[in-house]
C-alpha cells in the first residue's frame, strides 16, 4: 500500500499525522500489528482483562455494550492507559447516546427516523450520538444502518433500517455520516453489500443478496457509492453473500465457492475497493456469527477474513485460539506481510485522522454529565416520536377516541423481553401506558385469559356489553437469533386474537415491528411507532384522543403486500 494514499479521503491526512503513522508503524513488531487486527468488545469493567487486551495483545479497538456512564467512563481509562497505541472505542451508535450508556439519550431508530421523512433528523442523531458516544469515550460508530428492508420477513433488519426505499436510505444514511463525523466520530456504514433481501438471519445462518448485478448497482451500489463520496471513513462487511457478483467479477466460482463478503476477495477487493473505489477502513462484523463460521474452518477464516481484504476482525469466539490462528496464518502463508502491512496502515490513519495521537483519549465525567441528555438532545427524541407515529389504517368514525364516548377499555398487551439487538429491554410497556390512559379518563381493564376452552369461553354479548373500545398494545421488538417476527397468540385457539373489529371498535397499535398486519388483516385502525423513547407514549396518547395530529410517513409497506390487510 502506497502511504501517501492516506493523504486522500476518507482519512485525510496532514503530513505531521503522516509522519506519527509512518515513525508508529516503523516501530511495530510483527505480533505488534497482528494485535492491533483484533477489535473485541466489552461488557463491564475488569481492569486484569482490559489490561491485558490493551496492554499485552495491543488490541486495535474494543466495542462497548451499553452501561452506566461511569462503567463506560471506567473501562475506557482502562484500556486507553494501558495502550501504546490509542484504541478505537466503538458502539452500536445507531438510535442515540443511549447505545453506550445507559444514561444516554435515545433518540428513535433508523426507521422512526425515516417515518419522519426529513433527513435533518438522521443529521441530528449522527450528532447527538457522536456528542454523547465522545463525552464518555467513544471515537466510532458502528452506524449508520444503511441496509435496505426489501423482504419484511427478515428478522434483524425491520426498524434498524431507514425503509425500504434505496433513495430514503441514502438521504437520512448520508445525513447521519455528516452529521457525526463532523463531530470527530468515525462512522460505519453497514452491512455490505446489503442485509433485507433475504428473510434469513447472517447471525445464524450465511444469508444471500439475490440481486442481480443491475439491480444490486441501482439500489445498494447506488448507497454505498454516495456514501463512499461522502466520506464514510469504515465500511462493516457482512455475513452476507452475494452471488451474482461474485460469479461476475470471478467466473471461475462455483455455486460451492460463494462465500460471504467477510471472506469474498472478490466483493471486498474487486467491487467495494476497486469498482466503488473505497479507500477507508474495512471491519468485519461479528467474527462469533454463524453466517461467517459455516463456509470455512475457524482456523482458516481468521487468517483469510483479513487476506482477502478486510482490515480489522471484530470479536473473538475465543480469544488466545483466534490470536494464535492469526499468527499461524501468518507464517504459513495465509496471511501475507503485504496484506498485513496494508491493514495496519489503515488502521493507523484511522486513529490519526480522528486525532486520538493528539489527545489522552481519557473521558471527562465532568463533560459527560454536560452532554447527556442535555436539553437540545431531549427536544430532538420528543420531535422524532412526534414526527414518526403513524396512522397506516383508521376506520372513520373512530378517532379521536375520548372518555366520553368509549369510557370502557379494554387492552390487549403483547409483549416481548428484548430489544432490536436482543439484549434485555425495559419491563413492559402496558404499566406506563394505562396511567397514561386513565389520566385521560378512560377505564382500563387488562386482559386475563380465563375459560379458554371451547364452550367454557366469556359471550359475544358481553363483551359488548361490558366495553366500548379495545386497544392493543404490541411491542415485539425485532432481534438477532430469531428466524421470524410474527405473534404467537395464547393457545387454544388464540384467545386475544382480535375478533371482535365488527362489534366493538378496534385500535391495534405496534410500537416495534411495523408488519403486524400481516397477522391482523382485518384491524381496521392500525398505529406504528417504529420503536419507544421517552415520549412515545404521551404523544402517542395525545394523537389518540386528538390532541395532536398523526405525522408519520411509513418508510416501508405496512401493507406486507397482501391485498387483505388493506381491508
Given at each position: 500500500m502506497d502511504i501517501h494514499?492516506?493523504?486522500?479521503?476518507?482519512?485525510?491526512?496532514?503530513?505531521?499525522?503522516?509522519?506519527?503513522?509512518?515513525?508508529?508503524?516503523?516501530?511495530?513488531?510483527?505480533?505488534?500489528?497482528?494485535?492491533?487486527l483484533f477489535f473485541m468488545v466489552g461488557y463491564k469493567q475488569d481492569e486484569p482483562f482490559l489490561t491485558r487486551l490493551a496492554g499485552d495483545l495491543g488490541i486495535g479497538g474494543l466495542m462497548c455494550r451499553s452501561m452506566d456512564k461511569e462503567s463506560v467512563m471506567a473501562t475506557v481509562s482502562t484500556l486507553q492507559s494501558a495502550a501504546r497505541i490509542p484504541l478505537l472505542i466503538a458502539a452500536n451508535l445507531e438510535a442515540g447516546g443511549?447505545?453506550?450508556?445507559?444514561?444516554?439519550?435515545?433518540?428513535?431508530?433508523?426507521?422512526?427516523?425515516?417515518?419522519?421523512?426529513?433527513?435533518?433528523?438522521?443529521?441530528?442523531?449522527?450528532?447527538?450520538?457522536?456528542?454523547?458516544?465522545?463525552?464518555?469515550?467513544?471515537?466510532?460508530?458502528?452506524?449508520?444502518?444503511?441496509?435496505?428492508?426489501?423482504?419484511?420477513?427478515?428478522?434483524?433488519?425491520?426498524?434498524?433500517t431507514f425503509g425500504s426505499d434505496p433513495e430514503r436510505v441514502k438521504a437520512m444514511g448520508a445525513a447521519y455520516v455528516q452529521g457525526a463525523q463532523e463531530q470527530g466520530m468515525a462512522t460505519s456504514i453497514k452491512h455490505f453489500p446489503g442485509d433485507g433481501v433475504d428473510e434469513r438471519d447472517q447471525h445464524l445462518v450465511t444469508s444471500v443478496n439475490t440481486l442481480t448485478t443491475d439491480e444490486w448497482d441501482r439500489s445498494f451500489g447506488s448507497i454505498y457509492r454516495h456514501l463512499i463520496d461522502e466520506g464514510a471513513k469504515t465500511v462493516m462487511i457482512g455475513h452476507i453473500a452475494l452471488p451474482e457478483y461474485s460469479k461476475k467479477l470471478d467466473?471461475?466460482?462455483?455455486?460451492?465457492?460463494?462465500?460471504?463478503?467477510?471472506?469474498?476477495?472478490?466483493?471486498l477487493l474487486g467491487l467495494l475497493r476497486e469498482q466503488l473505489g473505497f479507500n477507508g477502513l474495512i471491519l468485519t462484523d461479528a467474527t462469533t456469527m454463524a453466517g461467517m463460521n459455516i463456509p470455512m474452518p475457524r482456523h482458516e477464516l481468521v487468517p483469510r477474513s483479513i487476506e482477502n481484504g478486510c482490515d480489522m476482525f471484530l470479536f473473538t469466539k475465543n480469544l488466545d485460539e483466534d490470536v494464535a490462528f492469526?499468527?499461524?496464518?501468518?507464517?504459513?502463508?495465509l496471511l501475507s506481510a503485504q496484506r498485513l502491512d496494508e491493514a495496519v496502515l489503515r488502521?493507523?490513519?484511522?486513529?490519526?485522522?480522528?486525532?486520538?495521537?493528539?489527545?489522552?483519549?481519557?473521558?471527562?465525567?465532568?463533560?459527560?454529565?454536560?452532554?447527556?441528555?442535555?436539553?437540545?438532545?431531549?427536544?430532538?427524541?420528543?420531535?422524532?416520536?412526534?414526527?414518526?407515529?403513524?396512522?397506516?389504517?383508521?376506520?372513520?368514525?373512530?378517532?379521536?377516541?375520548?372518555?366520553?364516548?368509549?369510557?370502557?377499555?379494554?387492552?390487549?398487551?403483547?409483549?416481548?423481553?428484548?430489544?432490536?439487538l436482543g439484549y434485555n429491554k425495559s419491563s413492559g410497556l402496558a404499566a406506563s401506558f394505562i396511567p397514561l390512559l386513565e389520566a385521560e379518563g378512560f377505564e382500563?381493564?387488562?386482559?386475563?385469559?380465563?375459560?379458554?376452552?371451547?364452550?367454557?369461553?366469556?359471550?359475544?354479548?358481553?363483551?359488548?356489553?361490558?366495553?366500548?373500545?379495545?386497544?392493543?398494545?404490541?411491542?415485539?421488538?425485532?432481534?438477532?437469533?430469531?428466524?421470524?417476527?410474527?405473534?404467537?397468540?395464547?393457545?387454544?385457539?388464540?384467545?386475544?386474537?382480535?375478533?371482535?373489529?365488527?362489534?366493538?371498535?378496534?385500535?391495534?397499535?405496534?410500537?416495534?415491528?411495523?408488519?403486524?398486519?400481516?397477522?391482523?388483516?382485518?384491524?381496521?385502525?392500525?398505529?406504528?411507532?417504529?420503536?419507544?423513547?421517552?415520549?412515545?407514549?404521551?404523544?402517542?396518547?395525545?394523537k389518540l384522543t386528538g390532541q395532536s395530529a398523526f405525522k408519520g410517513k411509513s418508510p416501508v409497506d405496512p401493507f406486507c403486500g397482501k391485498w387483505d390487510t388493506r381491508l
Open positions: 494514499l492516506l493523504r486522500q479521503k476518507p482519512f485525510n491526512l496532514e503530513e505531521e499525522d503522516l509522519q506519527w503513522v509512518t515513525s508508529t508503524f516503523e516501530g511495530l513488531t510483527t505480533d505488534e500489528k497482528i494485535g492491533q443511549q447505545g453506550i450508556t445507559k444514561d444516554g439519550t435515545k433518540i428513535g431508530s433508523n426507521m422512526t427516523i425515516a417515518a419522519t421523512d426529513d433527513p435533518e433528523m438522521a443529521y441530528e442523531l449522527g450528532k447527538i450520538c457522536a456528542l454523547e458516544g465522545k463525552s464518555v469515550g467513544a471515537n466510532y460508530a458502528f452506524a449508520p444502518v444503511v441496509d435496505v428492508d426489501y423482504n419484511f420477513r427478515n428478522p434483524i433488519t425491520n426498524t434498524r467466473p471461475s466460482l462455483k455455486d460451492e465457492d460463494i462465500l460471504p463478503a467477510s471472506l469474498a476477495k472478490e466483493l492469526m499468527k499461524q496464518g501468518f507464517e504459513q502463508g488502521i493507523l490513519g484511522l486513529k490519526a485522522s480522528l486525532a486520538l495521537h493528539k489527545s489522552s483519549n481519557i473521558p471527562s465525567p465532568d463533560t459527560a454529565e454536560n452532554i447527556l441528555r442535555q436539553e437540545h438532545h431531549l427536544n430532538i427524541a420528543e420531535q422524532v416520536a412526534d414526527r414518526s407515529i403513524t396512522l397506516v389504517k383508521e376506520e372513520q368514525g373512530v378517532l379521536p377516541i375520548t372518555s366520553g364516548r368509549f369510557k370502557r377499555v379494554l387492552l390487549y398487551d403483547i409483549e416481548s423481553e428484548a430489544n432490536a382500563v381493564t387488562r386482559f386475563e385469559p380465563s375459560g379458554v376452552y371451547e364452550g367454557l369461553q366469556g359471550s359475544s354479548r358481553d363483551m359488548q356489553d361490558r366495553y366500548d373500545l379495545i386497544l392493543y398494545l404490541c411491542n415485539l421488538a425485532t432481534k438477532s437469533n430469531q428466524t421470524a417476527v410474527r405473534i404467537e397468540w395464547i393457545n387454544p385457539m388464540g384467545v386475544n386474537v382480535p375478533i371482535y373489529m365488527q362489534s366493538i371498535p378496534t385500535i391495534f397499535i405496534s410500537t416495534e415491528n411495523p408488519y403486524h398486519l400481516l397477522d391482523v388483516p382485518r384491524v381496521k385502525t392500525f398505529i406504528n411507532t417504529y420503536g419507544v423513547n421517552d415520549y412515545t407514549l404521551p404523544l402517542l396518547v395525545r
